[in-house]
C-alpha cells in the first residue's frame, strides 16, 4: 500500500461529517490495506505509531526539513514504517546525527501532504476524529464480522493492529486466536460491579 493511500483516507476522514461515513472511509482504506498492511495501517489511522513515541520533539522534525518536495508521491507504507523502526533503535553515542540524517532521507521522499499527516503523526497529534473505537468499528466492518468481537480480540491482544491483520488475512475465523494468555498485557476495559466474588469470577 501506498503511504499516500493512507495520508488521502485520513484527510477524508477529517473531512467527513458523520460518524458512519467516516468508519466507512476507514473500512475501505482497511481493505485496501491487505494482509500485509493492515496493521501499520490500522496503527497510522488511529493515530498511533506501532513502534510506540519516537521522541521526536517539533524542534527535531523542524531541524530535519528538507526543502525540496517530490511532486508526485512515492513511498510504501512499510517505507514509512521502516524508517520509522530505525528511529526508534538508533540509541548510543552518534544517534542523534543518525536520527537527523534517516529523518532528512524520510522527509526529502515525502510530499507536502505526506510531511504534514507525518508530523501530526510522530507528535501525537493527528486529531482527524477518528479515535480507537472508530477505528475498532472501522476494522470490523472491513473485515464483515461483529464490532464487539473485535474490541474483545483487541483487548486480548493487547492492541488491535494485530488484530486488523490476522482478520484481513484469514478472516473470520482469525478472531479464535485472540485468547488470555499468561504474561501477555491485555487492554484495559470497562468494568461492572458485582455482588460478590463468585459473581465476579
Known amino acids: 500500500m501506498q503511504f499516500v493511500s493512507v495520508v488521502e483516507a485520513s484527510a477524508a476522514v477529517a473531512a467527513a461529517a458523520g460518524r458512519l461515513r467516516k468508519i466507512e472511509i476507514l473500512a475501505d482504506a482497511i481493505r485496501a490495506a491487505g494482509p500485509d498492511d493492515a496493521a501499520i495501517a490500522v496503527a497510522y489511522l488511529a493515530g498511533d505509531l506501532p513502534q510506540g513515541r519516537l521522541g521526536l ?14 511532486p508526485t508521491p512515492s513511498l510504501a507504507l512499510r517505507d514509512v514504517d521502516a524508517a520509522c523502526d530505525r528511529l526508534a533503535k538508533a540509541r548510543g553515542r552518534g544517534a542523534h546525527a543518525l536520527r537527523a540524517r534517516i529523518l532528512r532521507e524520510l522527509l526529502a521522499r515525502m510530499t507536502v501532504a505526506e510531511r ?5 503523526l510522530a507528535l501525537g497529534e493527528l486529531r482527524q476524529g477518528a ?4 477505528v475498532t468499528e472501522a476494522v470490523a466492518r472491513a473485515a464483515g464480522v461483529d464490532a464487539g468481537a473485535v474490541r474483545r480480540a483487541a483487548m486480548l491482544a493487547g492492541a488491535l493492529p494485530p488484530v486488523a491483520a490476522a482478520l484481513m488475512r484469514d478472516g473470520p475465523a482469525a478472531l479464535a486466536a485472540f485468547r488470555l494468555r499468561l504474561f501477555q498485557p491485555v487492554q484495559p476495559m470497562l468494568a461492572q460491579p458485582a455482588i460478590g466474588l463468585g459473581e465476579a469470577l
Open 131 to 134: 479515535l480507537q473505537g472508530v
Open 57 to 70: 520533539g517539533w524542534a527535531t522534525l523542524r531541524d530535519a526539513h528538507v526543502e525540496e518536495a517530490p
Open 116 to 120: 504534514d499527516f507525518f508530523f501530526r
